[in-house]
């Protein structure tokens, strides 16, 4: 299994300024996952962050506006920049783990984050 | 690439009324899928999950789900829902290397007491 410890737990932030989330792993993982949850929405993939290499966006997602860190194989940061209340949501990171031929997913606590 | 969708998007039950939510995927490998529920203002929580044997999968809460490989479908199953059982679902498929997991949109179930 896996522990994973997200924060913050939410937030209230001004357009324009930024927030950065930060997820740790209680082990070692080769690739962390960032969703987003917009209200009333499935979860959608923002990015999976690699270690030692940048980080690979999904369609709409760029680098500039969700900065990624990946320092090592058990944390990773998520920064929202520049932010405009259509960024109001939950972001939740997320491992999948394998043992033997099974692969589980893990999720952090969530992100609920507000932008006014 | 793979992909998830659940077909119905908003179910209104009585309380004792029989559920099955819908979840087919197209993936051409081996897959693990998920259910995944979301209590109102709380995070996921895992129902259930397939990885490989008896394709009906027990999940807590009464909660089942039953893998039809040739159909790619996991539907959900509850014999009996509850008033408590009001949440949104989310049915997920990993693809069996591990680096991809998809969600689906989403079921949002409401049972009326």
């Known amino acids: 299994s896996a522990v994973i410890s997200q924060k913050p737990s939410r937030d209230i932030c001004q357009r324009g300024t930024s927030l950065t989330i930060q997820c740790q792993v209680d082990?070692?993982?080769?690739?962390m996952f960032w969703y987003r949850q917009q209200p009333g929405q499935s979860l959608t993939l923002i990015a999976t962050?690699?270690?030692?290499?940048?980080?690979?966006?999904e369609s709409g997602f760029v680098i500039d506006k969700f900065p990624i860190s990946r320092p090592n194989l058990t944390f990773s940061t998520l920064t929202v920049s520049n932010m405009s209340p259509e960024d109001s949501s939950i972001y939740l990171c997320?491992?999948?783990?394998?043992?033997?031929?099974?692969?589980?997913?893990?999720f952090g606590q969530g992100t609920r984050l507000t932008v006014v | 690439a793979q992909s998830v969708s659940q077909h119905n998007h908003h179910v209104i039950l009585s309380e004792a009324a029989s559920l099955e939510l819908g979840c087919n995927y197209s993936y051409g490998g081996t897959v693990n899928l998920f259910w995944y529920v979301q209590y109102p203002g709380q995070h996921l929580q895992l129902l259930l999950k397939?990885?490989?044997?008896?394709?009906l999968v027990k999940g807590i809460k009464g909660f089942e789900a039953e893998f039809i490989k040739s159909k790619f479908s996991f539907n959900l199953r509850k014999p009996s829902v509850q008033w408590s059982d009001t949440a949104e679902y989310f049915c997920a498929v990993s693809n069996n290397a591990g680096n991809m997991l998809t969600f689906g949109g989403g079921t949002r179930l409401m049972v009326k007491p």
């Open positions: 997320s491992v999948l783990k394998r043992s033997g031929q099974v692969v589980e997913a893990f």
């Open positions: 082990s070692q993982v080769t690739m």
């Open positions: 962050a690699n270690q030692g290499s940048e980080a690979t966006y």
């Open positions: 397939y990885f490989s044997g008896d394709p």
